[in-house]
C-alpha cells in the first residue's frame, strides 16, 4: 500500500493534526486542502471536501495500521485493525503474547528471540509511542529508545532468549534443522511468558515454516494456548515489540564483538561478511569463527575455504 484515502470528521483531522505535530512532521500550503504535511518520503494531506485524508508514500501501510485506524478513525481498512468491537474477528487489541527473531539471516551473531504481551491498554500505549516492526527502524539509536520505552511500559510481560553463536552451533547440531530450532525457541519464550501472564489466551507468531513446526514444539512442552502463525505478523504490535526487542539484544551482541576484535563485525551474509570472516581466521584460526558465526551457513565454507 502506497496510497491511503479516508474520510475524517473534523474533530478527527484536528487530532490528526495533533499526532503529526507531536510526530515532527512538517506542514506546508498546498490548494484545496486544511492542511498538508510530509516527513521523510510520507506525505499527508487533509482535503476541505469531506474532509478527507490523503496518505502518500511508502510508509503509507504502517501509519494507516499502527497510527491512522487505532489512533484517529477506529475504522479498519482490509487487512488492518479496528477499535475493539467494530470487528468480531480482530483480536489486535485482545490479551495476547507476540513473537518474533533477530539475526536468522546473519552470519555473525546470536539469534535472538523475544516475546511480549500486550493487551488493550499497552497495545494503545506502545502505538502512540511509535512501536513498529524493527525492520522499518533505521538507527540503533531508536531501536534502543524503543525498546526502553516497552520495557518501561506499565503491565508488560517480556521475555528475550540469545542463543550466542557457540550455543546457537551445538543446538543446531542437535536439530539439524533452522525451522525446528526457531520453534524450539519460539515455544520456550512463550512458556515463560505463559508463567509470567498465565491467563493469557493466545500467542502470535510470524510465520517461518508450516504451521505444525511450531505446534509440535508446544506439544512437546505440553502449551496448550491457542496458537496463530501468520506472514507479516509485525503488524500485529506485540509482534512488533517483540521485534524490536530481539533486534536491540542482537544489536547489542554485535557492538560487543565489534569492540572485542577491533575491527566492525557486519551484518547480513554478503561480500563484506565473508571478508571479515577471513580477517578473523586469518588473526585468530579456525576456531574462532564458532564464537562469532553460525557455522551451518554456506558462508562459512567461502570464509575457510578460500584462505
Not at 513498529?132 to 518501561?152: C, F, H, Q, V, Y
Amino acid at each position: 500500500m502506497t496510497s491511503h484515502t479516508a474520510p475524517l470528521s473534523i474533530a478527527q483531522a484536528t487530532k490528526l493534526r495533533k499526532i503529526l505535530e507531536d510526530r515532527g512532521f512538517d506542514f506546508m500550503e498546498k490548494p484545496y486542502t486544511i492542511y498538508a504535511a510530509k516527513k521523510g518520503k510520507l506525505s499527508i494531506s487533509v482535503y476541505q471536501k469531506g474532509p478527507k485524508v490523503l496518505i502518500q508514500g511508502k510508509d503509507t501501510e504502517e501509519f494507516v495500521h499502527f497510527i491512522l485506524e487505532p489512533e484517529v478513525t477506529g475504522i479498519a481498512s482490509p487487512g488492518g485493525h479496528a477499535e475493539p468491537g467494530a470487528n468480531e474477528d480482530d483480536e489486535h487489541f485482545a490479551p495476547h503474547f507476540g513473537i518474533d527473531e533477530s539475526g536468522k539471516g546473519d552470519f555473525f551473531g546470536p539469534l535472538v528471540i523475544a516475546g511480549v504481551y500486550t493487551d488493550e491498554k499497552i497495545a494503545r500505549h506502545l502505538i502512540a509511542n511509535g512501536i513498529m516492526d524493527s525492520k522499518k527502524i533505521n538507527t540503533p539509536a531508536r531501536i534502543r529508545e524503543l525498546a526502553a520505552l516497552i520495557k518501561a511500559t506499565p503491565d508488560i510481560a517480556y521475555d528475550i532468549i540469545a542463543i550466542r553463536p557457540e550455543r546457537y552451533n551445538e543446538i543446531y547440531d542437535s536439530f539439524r534443522n533452522l525451522n525446528r530450532m526457531l520453534a524450539w525457541g519460539h515455544a520456550t519464550v512463550i512458556e515463560k511468558l505463559i508463567e509470567l501472564k498465565p491467563d493469557c489466551p493466545r500467542a502470535l507468531s510470524d510465520q517461518f515454516a508450516r504451521a505444525d513446526v511450531l505446534q509440535t514444539a508446544l506439544k512437546n512442552k505440553k502449551i496448550t494456548l491457542r496458537l496463530e502463525q501468520r506472514t507479516k505478523g509485525e503488524s500485529d504490535t506485540a509482534v512488533a515489540a517483540a521485534s524490536i526487542l530481539a533486534r536491540e539484544r542482537f544489536i547489542d551482541w554485535m557492538d560487543a564483538a565489534t569492540k572485542k576484535v577491533g575491527f566492525t563485525i557486519p551484518l547480513g551474509a554478503s561480500p563484506g561478511v565473508v571478508t571479515t570472516g577471513k580477517k578473523l581466521v586469518s588473526l585468530h584460526g579456525k576456531e574462532v569463527l564458532g564464537k562469532f558465526a553460525k557455522l551451518h551457513f554456506k558462508t562459512t565454507q567461502q570464509v575457510t575455504g578460500l584462505l
